[in-house]
């Protein structure tokens, strides 16, 4: 079965220092992979997705996340936070065939700090 | 481009009343259609999903049920609301193929059971 673990519930970040959101996920063949951000009383918006080729995956706002097989991972980073990060963080997976469906992590909740 | 619509985006109701929230999707033939539940602090839950006309897919045993009459409109219903259904609703739209592609948000309803 496939499963998403998100690592911190909640992640405190300073502006203009490192964002890393981790992201694990267990699946019996190579998945698909999203990150979405949710702003208060909005839906999800898409940040970056995996499907194939290269493993660095670049997004909207200056986030960034690369798919590691060998560790089932799928972190997201940006080098530079900004007060406008602030927000809930979503990792999502899809198996490959015919599933289509989504399973969610639990989600981060971002916080930036003046 | 495709938009999808939801509505209300507030409700407030009684325990006990029935419920309707719409969503609708233009710009886009035969999508995908999905229901999820976000509650207080949580994750998203996956309710029911649609790959097409009539056919609908639960992914929880509930108080809820969607229907599908129409190609671009999905409608989540309840004979009677109890207190744990109030969330935050979302629907989502994907197009039909493969699983590399992502779901689309609406902006949500929040749902407030009184």
């Known amino acids: 079965a496939q499963s998403v673990t998100q690592l911190g519930s909640h992640v405190s970040v300073s502006e203009g220092a490192l964002v890393l959101l981790r992201c694990n996920y267990s699946?019996?063949?190579?998945?698909?992979l999203f990150w979405y951000v949710q702003y208060p009383n909005q839906g999800l918006q898409l940040l970056l997705k995996y499907t194939t080729g290269a493993t660095l995956v670049k997004g909207i706002n200056g986030f960034e996340a690369e798919f590691k097989k060998s560790e089932t991972s799928f972190h997201l980073t940006k080098p530079s936070a900004h007060m406008s990060d602030a927000a809930e963080y979503f990792c999502a997976v899809s198996l490959i065939q015919g599933a289509q469906k989504l399973v969610f992590g639990q989600g981060t909740r971002l916080t930036i700090n003046p | 481009s495709q938009t999808i619509h939801q509505w209300p985006a507030t409700l407030v109701q009684p325990v006990g009343s029935p419920l309707s929230l719409e969503c609708t999707v233009e710009g886009t033939s035969n999508p995908n259609l999905y229901w999820y539940r976000q509650a207080a602090g949580r994750g998203l839950q996956l309710l029911f999903y649609?790959?097409?006309?009539?056919?609908i897919s639960s992914e929880v045993p509930q108080n809820l049920s969607a229907s599908r009459p129409q190609d671009r409109q999905f409608i989540l219903s309840s004979k009677k609301l109890l207190l744990s259904d109030s969330g935050f609703y979302l629907c989502a739209w994907r197009g039909q193929g493969p699983d590399n592609q992502p779901q689309h948000f609406g902006d949500g309803t929040r749902l407030s059971i009184l």
């Open positions: 649609s790959v097409g006309i009539g056919q």
């Open positions: 699946s019996s063949v190579p998945p698909y």
